[in-house]
């Protein structure tokens, strides 16, 4: 049987810079919150087997979207750290899934994902022996500071790109990569330095630059007005 593809969407976080105590991810974008446009460039997939959405977990405003209820949708705990979050959620994943499965992890936060990224990283990647994520190349200046403040370096940004997600691996290999950092106290901040750190080098696949992460209240308005200009 071909290996099947599962979504992770980490949404446990709080949102701090959001200037807002609903979290980030419960906030509105036009007639829907954040987390409900990033679930549905998921839910409307033939290719994908399930979701599992990694939540606080006494989070109250999960039983009132659209969403919550879903056969193909699975809820889980969420952790300390995203790390810790997404772990859980491939705990429990790894009962229904097979170890060559694919896993696509998504920030929730990330609500203007194009279908062609995504078909384009589900295709690129469906015979990669690693796997891969969406990323954009650096086009600004890029400056690494000191802890006073000041310019320490310029950096050559002609080899760096900006991490974005879906993040696609197989589900055993992103197990035990994850579980190796965790166990070395290193608290990754993406799937692809888990990789990394366990020794494989993932693939990146050219993505769009508006696929946004919510972190600041600016991006609200940012975000709505690309998923209004989005094609149908």
Known sequence: MSPRRWVILPAAGAGRRMASEVPKQYLRLGDRTVLEHSLS?????????GIFVALAPHDPY??????????????????????????NALRELARVAAPEDWVLVHDAARPCLHRDDLDRLIG??????????LATP?????????????????????????AQTPQMFRLRLLIDAIDAALAR????????????????QPRIIEGRADNLKITRPEDLPLAEFMLAHQPT
Not at 65 to 76: D, H, I, M, N, P
Not at 142 to 147: N, T, W, Y
């Open 41 to 49: 460039h998921f839910t409307s997939r033939a290719d994908i087997a």
């Open 62 to 87: 999960w039983p009132e979207l659209s969403f919550a209820g879903k056969s193909e949708l699975w809820r889980v705990a969420g952790g300390a750290e995203r790390a810790h979050t997404v772990r």
């Open 124 to 133: 690129d990647l469906e015979l990669d022996p690693v796997g891969g994520i």
């Open 138 to 162: 650096a086009r600004d200046t890029c400056k690494r500071v000191g802890a006073d403040g000041r310019i320490a370096e310029t950096v050559d940004r002609q080899a760096l790109w900006l």
């Open 185 to 200: 106290g290193c608290v990754v901040t993406d799937e692809s330095s888990a990789m990394e750190l366990a020794g494989h």
